[in-house]
């Protein structure tokens, strides 16, 4: 009856400990969302790769973002197309430099583009669907899912242990198509 006992007392003290541990993973991508919304929005870096299939272009941009607003964003680098500015909304983008407009061409159908990649990294964030989360490393992983059907977009966003996103990827119909990785990232103040 007493290893019984100890048996059961040893696997309630194992279990509460898994369940503990279960009720965390996904926690990190919900302090970000209410620490977003609370700040109306951040700042940050993004080094962005976009893969054409054929040709895979880098691209570097100063991105900030208004929570309930438009996200502006500056290209640092090339230095070929550095100060051009994009404004983005749920509206679309625009692009313009002394007024002349540029066509980065779009990826994914039509869905994404490299200068709307952080507008929907932060919208992801905001309010898309969290559909898994996990531990990659010292690192979490948290996928999202944006839109629905065939138009589905897969947003992976990969958060420091201090919770702060350091890289994300944009997927669609299983294929990466935008990376950024992300650095200098800053809640509003």
């Known amino acids: 009856m007493r290893v019984k006992t100890l048996i059961s007392l040893a696997l309630a ?52 973002v208004k929570t309930a607003g438009d996200t502006t964003l500056t290209v640092m680098e090339p230095e070929t197309i550095a100060g051009i500015s994009a404004t983005v909304s749920q509206d679309g983008a625009t692009v313009e430099f002394d007024g002349a407009s540029l066509d980065f061409g779009t990826l994914a159908d039509g869905h994404a583009a490299p ?18 989360s996990g531990a990659d490393g010292e690192l979490e992983k948290v996928t999202y899912l944006v839109g629905y059907g065939d138009e589905a977009l897969t947003v992976e966003t990969w958060l420091s242990p201090e919770g702060l996103p350091v890289r994300g990827e944009l997927l669609y119909d299983g294929v990466r198509c935008l990376t950024a990785e992300i650095t200098e990232f800053q809640l509003n103040q």
């Open 115 to 132: 200068l709307t990649f952080p507008w929907q990294l932060a919208e992801s964030w905001v309010s898309a669907y969290i559909s898994a």
């Open 13 to 64: 003290v194992l279990l509460t400990g898994c369940a503990a541990q279960e009720r965390t993973v996904g926690q990190q991508a919900l302090t970000l969302r209410t620490n977003l919304m609370e700040a109306g929005g951040c700042t940050f870096t993004a080094a962005i790769t976009a893969d054409y299939g054929g040709h895979v272009y880098p691209f570097t941009l100063a991105c900030q």
